[in-house]
C-alpha cells in the first residue's frame, strides 16, 4: 500500500465541463473550485469550445438540438481522464446522453457519423462531489475540524442531484456535504429542505412561484438556526439570493467557497463581491476571514 506522501505527490487529472452558469452567473463558484482542486492536486483541463448543455429550454422545445447539444460536449472530452461537471443540470444532459449512445447502436452510428470520430466507450463522466471517493482532505490540512469553526450550515443540494429515472441506477450524492463539511468542523443544521426545488427556470417564466418556494426555504433554515445556506448548484445559488422576499436573509455560499477557505485560499475578494447577500460579516465574526 502507498504511503500518505506519495498519494499526495499523484496528481489527479480530469477534463472539466463548466458549463454556462459557472462561467457566468456562478462564476464565484468556478473561482473556487479550481483554487480547490489546485490545493488538493487535482488538474482539470477546461474542454476547448464547448457548448450550452441544452438543459435551460433546448432539452424540451427542440428535440434535435436537445440531442446534439450534449453530444458535441462529449465529441470534445479527451480519451483517457474523466470528464468532470460541477453543475447537476449539465451532468443530467451530458451523462443522459452518453448513457443512451452507449445502449443504442443506431445512435451510435449517427454520433459518428456527425463528429467524424469514435464514440469513447470508456469514457466517465462525473459530478464534482465524485472527487471526495478519490482524495482525503485531511492530507492536505493540520487538524481539519478546526477549519470550519462550528459554522451553522443548512445544506441545500436542490431536486437535479435526485437524478431522473434513465438515470436512477447512477451514484447518489445525498450526505456528501454533510459529511464533508462536518470533517471540516461545521455544524449541520437540519432543515428538512434539503432537496426541494427551488424552482430553476421558473425563476423567468414564474417568478412569484419560485419567490415562493425560495422564500419558504431560506426561512426554514434560518427557523432552524443555520447561520448560512450552502449549495451544490450554481442556479440554485442564484434562485436563493435572486428570489428571497425575506428582508433580512442568510447568506449562500457555495459548497466550493466553504472547501476553498478551510484549505487556506485567500481569493475571496474575488468571489464575495459577486454575492448578493454579503457573507463577510458572517465569516468574519466566525472568524473564518481575518480582512
Excluded at 456528501?176 to 471540516?184: A, G, N, V
Excluded at 431560506?218 to 448560512?228: I, L, P, Y
Aim: charged fraction near 25%.
Amino acid at each position: 500500500m502507498k504511503d500518505k506522501n506519495i498519494l499526495r505527490a499523484e496528481k489527479l487529472k480530469f477534463s472539466f465541463f463548466p458549463g454556462c452558469s459557472l462561467k457566468a452567473s456562478g462564476h464565484e463558484n468556478t473561482l473556487s473550485l479550481l483554487k480547490f482542486c489546485e490545493r488538493v492536486n487535482i488538474e482539470l483541463k477546461e474542454l476547448e469550445d464547448w457548448n450550452c448543455c441544452g438543459s435551460s429550454s433546448a432539452h424540451s422545445i427542440d428535440h434535435t438540438v436537445a440531442k446534439y447539444l450534449p453530444m458535441r460536449n462529449i465529441s470534445l472530452a479527451p480519451k483517457g481522464n474523466p470528464l468532470l461537471i460541477a453543475c447537476p443540470s449539465c451532468l443530467i444532459r451530458l451523462k443522459s446522453m452518453y448513457l443512451k449512445i452507449k445502449g443504442d447502436e443506431k445512435l451510435k452510428q449517427e454520433y459518428e457519423a456527425v463528429w467524424e470520430k469514435p464514440f469513447d466507450e470508456d469514457l466517465e463522466i462525473i459530478h464534482f462531489f465524485e472527487l471526495f471517493n478519490k482524495i482525503r482532505l485531511e492530507d492536505y490540512m493540520p487538524h481539519p475540524e478546526e477549519k470550519l469553526k462550528k459554522i451553522k450550515v443548512a445544506l441545500y443540494y436542490g431536486c437535479m442531484l435526485s437524478m431522473p429515472p434513465d438515470l436512477r441506477f447512477e451514484n447518489n450524492y445525498s450526505g456528501i456535504m454533510e459529511k464533508t463539511l462536518s470533517k471540516l468542523g461545521a455544524d449541520i443544521i437540519p432543515f428538512g429542505y434539503e432537496h426541494m426545488c427551488c424552482g430553476t427556470y421558473l425563476s423567468v417564466a414564474k417568478p412569484q412561484l419560485s419567490q415562493k418556494v425560495v422564500t419558504q426555504i431560506v426561512s426554514k433554515a434560518m427557523e432552524a438556526g443555520a447561520e448560512c445556506l450552502v449549495t451544490a448548484c450554481s442556479m440554485c445559488h442564484l434562485n436563493l439570493e435572486i428570489r428571497c422576499a425575506l428582508e433580512n436573509p442568510i447568506p449562500v455560499l457555495h459548497f466550493s467557497e466553504l472547501l476553498s477557505m478551510a484549505l487556506g485560499a485567500e481569493d475571496q475578494k474575488k468571489w464575495f463581491p459577486r454575492h448578493i447577500v454579503d457573507p463577510v460579516p458572517l465569516l468574519k465574526k466566525r472568524g473564518l476571514l481575518t480582512a
